[in-house]
T-cell receptor, first 115, second 113 residues
Framework: DVKVTQSSRYLVKRTGEKVFLECVQD?????MFWYRQDPGLGLRLIYF???????EKGDIPEGYSVSREKKERFSLILESASTNQTSMYLC??????????????FGQGTRLTVV | GENVEQHPSTLSVQEGDSAVIKCTYS??????FPWYKQELGKRPQLIID?????GEKKDQRIAVTLNKTAKHFSLHITETQPEDSAVYFC????????????FGTGTRLTVIP
C-alpha cells in the first residue's frame, strides 16, 4: 500500500546535467514537499507546493526548481547538477487540515550522486 | 518562519533504559508537533503527535509532552528495545490549510543490547 512513490531509488548523474526527480502520491493530498537529507543537518526543505501550479521556496532553493502540473505529481529539477547536490532527496505529502491529523507521508527517497 | 532545534544529535542507551529527546520551536502560532522515526534505509514514519490543546500524550512505551509557554516538547521512550534504534525527527507546524512542516535536525538513538 505504497502511498508516495519516488521515481528512482538511486541515481548517478554528471556535473552540469539537468536532473529530474519525480514524486507521485495517491492520497489526493494538497501539500507536497521536497526535502534534502544530509548527515547532521536533518531534513531541509527545498520547495513545497500547496496546489497545482503553486510553489513556495523553502530553506535551500538555490540550484533547484519544481513543477506541479497535476495534483498527484511534484517534480524536483536540478537545472545544472553540481557535486554539492549529492544527497538523499525525500518527497512528502500532507493534506490540508483535517480533523484527526495531518500526517506527512514520505517517499522512499532518492540517493543522488553527482560525479 | 519557524525554527525547530533538537537535542541531542546522538543518544546511546542500554536496553531497558529510558530515552528522552527534546525540541524547541520559535513560532508561537505552531500548534501541531509530530515525531517521526526513520529506520536505516527506510522512509520517515509518524510515531506520535501532539496538538497544542494537550499537554501530554502516550502510546504504549512512547510519550510526548508539550510546554507551550516555554515552546518546547519532548519524546520519551521507556523500556527501550534494540528495534527502537533509529533516527528520530521532531517537527512543528501550524495545522492550517497550506501547512508547512518544519523539522528538527534529528537524533540518532542507539539501544545497546
Amino acid at each position: 500500500d505504497v502511498k508516495v512513490t519516488q521515481s528512482s531509488r538511486y541515481l548517478v548523474k554528471r556535473t552540469g546535467e539537468k536532473v529530474f526527480l519525480e514524486c507521485v502520491q495517491d492520497m489526493d493530498h494538497e501539500n507536497m514537499f521536497w526535502y534534502r537529507q544530509d548527515p547532521g543537518l536533518g531534513l531541509r526543505l527545498i520547495y513545497f507546493s500547496y496546489d497545482v501550479k503553486m510553489k513556495e521556496k523553502g530553506d535551500i532553493p538555490e540550484g533547484y526548481s519544481v513543477s506541479r502540473e497535476k495534483k498527484e505529481r511534484f517534480s524536483l529539477i536540478l537545472e545544472s547538477a553540481s557535486t554539492n547536490q549529492t544527497s538523499m532527496y525525500l518527497c512528502a505529502s500532507t493534506p490540508f487540515f483535517r480533523p484527526g491529523g495531518t500526517e506527512a507521508f514520505f517517499g522512499q527517497g532518492t540517493r543522488l550522486t553527482v560525479v | 518562519g519557524e525554527n525547530v532545534e533538537q537535542h541531542p544529535s546522538t543518544l546511546s542507551v542500554q536496553e531497558g533504559d529510558s530515552a528522552v529527546i527534546k525540541c524547541t520551536y520559535s513560532d508561537s502560532a505552531s500548534n501541531y508537533f509530530p515525531w517521526y522515526k526513520q529506520e536505516l534505509g527506510k522512509r520517515p514514519q509518524l510515531i506520535i503527535d501532539i496538538r497544542s490543546n494537550v499537554g501530554e500524550k502516550k502510546d504504549q512505551r512512547i510519550a510526548v509532552t508539550l510546554n507551550k509557554t516555554a515552546k518546547h516538547f519532548s519524546l520519551h521512550i521507556t523500556e527501550t528495545q534494540p528495534e527502537d534504534s533509529a533516527v528520530y525527527f521532531c517537527a512543528a507546524s501550524r495545522e492550517t490549510g497550506a501547512n508547512n512542516l518544519f523539522f528538527g535536525t534529528g537524533t540518532r538513538l542507539t539501544v545497546i543490547p
